[in-house]
């Protein structure tokens, strides 16, 4: 069916360029002189865009968009008029407009130039409705979002592997899902009713990770006050995900190479073998064979683990997907904070595509939480988005805010910086490290100095 743009405008002149140029691209047109007649029209279709003019016959173009709901129900429209300043165009994106053209028109090639921008913004929309009807059709709480070739080529490769029970290796950078993925491993296999257990084995010492991960008797070592059961008990006939695994020690490197090969196992001060019936999934931010040629992971240890190797691209390798992780986030954010944010404008949008995404998608997720936070309804512009120093602004700093003393200055920068870096990795030290470059003890000290 083609798109159907609605052209409000007691300017008969008017009313027939666009209309031309709107058939011109395939889409069907309607016009209205008046606001009472796009009532009507409005009330008998949902259009892909609406070109209104401010001044009408019976009333102001602005307030009949705004009795529109525009944001709500999702509709395109562009204000066409003869009064514009800075505050009024600010305003009109405000009230949920994709844009404002002012009269007379520039140029054809402007007017056709906003046209297409806010006809491709209405296929995002659109795009991204259909998308969330199937996930809530679908009953997904986490589904892995993205239809760009190389999340769809995951997608695929998930699916084929999931039933088969092998271990699988997850490679890809901080943020870009690779718990899902594992999750995902895990529903589409037929351990899906087992549970899933998850250990991230960077936030451990490895003391804490080998008695988390093996279990342990009474006074197997002080403190062991009771007989505990660890991971690989709790993962029984499920899954078991091993996150960060290149941060495993040497020692227990080998202590999981004995518990695959021979699938079982002892809690710590006991002789009773277990037997492992778990699935093992494992991710990691490093790629397991450069830290083979480093000499930081055991290759036989690789081998077992890398049966199947998946690999989660950078958000940066599949901007296409943004938008709609964008405005899947915002809903999700909307429904859980009870807010009515959005939609983001077309420029919003833009900027999030442009973005260098070093937290992949969760800085982006974190970025839409921020703005939902913040302002509980509204249109997103694009420095709602970036007004918080963000990672990708630091350069924006004020020399003028910063003491004159070097030491004090050095401080300053740093806590700013450390704040921005946390906010980045969600929290998460160990993905803060990775982006910042710094072992995680460093960083562990230099957070412990701004906290005290
Ligand atoms: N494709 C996606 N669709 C929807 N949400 C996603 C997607 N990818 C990542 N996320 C979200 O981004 C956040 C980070 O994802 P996840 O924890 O799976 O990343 P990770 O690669 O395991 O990170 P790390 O290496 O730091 O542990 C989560 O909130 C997750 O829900």
Not at 268 to 282: E, K, N, P, Y
Request: overall charge negative; glycine content about 6%.
């Amino acid at each position: 069916m083609p798109g159907r743009v609605l052209i409000v405008d007691d300017d008969k002149h008017t009313c027939e360029l666009i209309e031309a140029m709107v058939t011109g691209q395939g889409l069907v047109a309607d016009v209205a002189s008046s606001v009472a007649e796009a009532r009507q029209h409005c009330a008998a279709h949902r259009y892909h865009l609406l070109m209104v003019d401010q001044r009408l016959p019976d009333g102001n173009g602005l307030d009949f968009v705004k009795e529109l709901d525009v944001s709500r129900t999702r509709q395109v429209a562009v204000l066409m008029t003869g009064f514009v300043d800075v505050r009024d165009a600010v305003s009109t994106i405000r009230e949920g407009l994709f844009d404002y053209l002012a009269k007379p028109f520039e140029s054809l090639d402007a007017l056709e130039a906003t046209l297409r921008r806010a006809l491709a913004y209405d296929a995002a929309l659109r795009e991204a409705d259909a998308f969330r009807q199937m996930l809530s059709q679908g009953g997904h709480a986490e589904a892995l979002v993205g239809q760009s070739p190389a999340i769809q080529r995951l997608l695929a490769k998930v699916a084929q592997v999931a039933p088969l029970d092998t271990t699988v290796l997850i490679e890809g950078e901080s943020g870009t899902g690779k718990e899902l993925v594992a999750r995902q491993l895990h529903r589409q296999s037929e351990r899906n009713e087992q549970p899933f257990v998850a250990v991230n084995c960077g936030a451990l010492t490895e003391e804490l990770l080998e008695s988390s991960l093996f279990g342990y008797e009474r006074g197997a070592f002080t403190g062991a006050e009771r007989t505990t059961p660890g991971f690989f008990e709790a993962a029984g006939g499920g899954t078991l995900f091993l996150d960060e695994i290149a941060d495993m020690s040497p020692r227990l490197q080998a202590a999981l190479l004995r518990v695959v090969e021979e699938r079982s196992f002892k809690r710590l001060g006991s002789q009773a073998l277990q037997r492992g019936d778990f699935r093992l999934i494992c991710a990691t931010n490093r790629p397991l064979s450069e830290l083979v040629a480093a000499g930081q992971f055991r290759e036989d240890l690789m081998w077992r683990l890398s049966v199947v190797t998946l690999e989660t691209p950078p958000l940066r390798d599949r901007r296409s997907d943004i938008p709609l992780l964008a405005s899947y986030f915002l809903d999700q954010l909307n429904q859980r904070y009870g807010r009515q944010t959005g939609p983001l404008t077309p420029e919003a949008l833009e900027a999030l595509e442009r973005a260098p995404w070093r937290g992949n998608v969760r800085e982006l997720r974190h970025v839409i939480e921020r703005v939902v936070a913040l302002q509980p309804l509204g249109s997103i512009t694009e420095r709602d988005l970036f007004e918080q120093p963000h990672v990708s602004a630091l350069s924006s700093a004020k020399p003028q805010e910063m003491p004159l003393d070097y030491a004090a200055a050095r401080q300053q920068f740093e806590a700013r910086w450390l704040k921005q870096l946390m906010e980045a990795a969600d929290g998460n030290v160990s993905a803060a490290a990775r982006m910042s470059g710094l072992a995680r003890q460093n960083l562990y000290t230099r957070l412990r100095r701004y906290q005290e």
